[in-house]
């Protein structure tokens, strides 16, 4: 029975399908970081699902809406030489949801002065339309830092 499922597969590929693949997680999170550090507002907002929550390190409320996204996001592109540098990432993925944490840090200069803010970070993304679409996003500055 073995042998004529081997050659069922090698010889009629109708029963060899491959796998849908996967967009890659990781370049989601390189998505995220280059259109902030090009300052590209819209195109940062357009990363979030209609239905996303974001908890973020320099906000007091959660931000609930692609109108709150764009309002917060002006600001953060607005800061000189904005720059991003992502230090650790652990990828789970679950079907069509994704989970992505770790650490990055936020540089910038304010004033002339160089700005270095570290922070975790969890991104959970949903897979729609063959892309990954952040639902929610969490961010803290990393504790004595």
């Known amino acids: ?9 090698c010889f009629c590929p109708a029963f060899a ?3 849908p693949k996967t ?3 990781k370049a989601a999170l390189t998505e995220w970081v280059d ?3 090009v300052g590209d507002v819209e195109k940062v907002v357009s990363l979030y699902d209609r239905d996303s929550t974001m908890l973020s390190a320099f906000a007091i409320d959660p931000i609930t809406s692609h109108k709150g996204l764009r309002e ?3 600001k953060v ?3 000189p030489e904005i720059d991003i540098t992502v230090t650790a990432q652990d990828v789970r993925i679950f079907d069509n949801v994704a989970v992505n ?3 990055y840090t936020f540089h910038w200069v304010q004033d002339g002065e160089a700005m270095d803010i570290p922070a975790r970070f969890s991104f959970v993304y949903v897979l729609k339309n063959g892309k990954w679409s952040i639902i929610s996003h969490h961010s803290s500055r990393v504790p004595g830092k």
Do not use: F, R, S
């Open 101 to 103: 944490t770790g650490l």
């Open 72 to 74: 917060y996001y002006k």
């Open 23 to 25: 967009p890659d997680v």
């Open 1 to 9: 029975m073995k042998k004529l499922l081997v050659l069922l597969l």
């Open 35 to 37: 259109a902030i550090e």
């Open 77 to 79: 592109v607005n800061e």
């Open 17 to 19: 399908q491959a796998a």
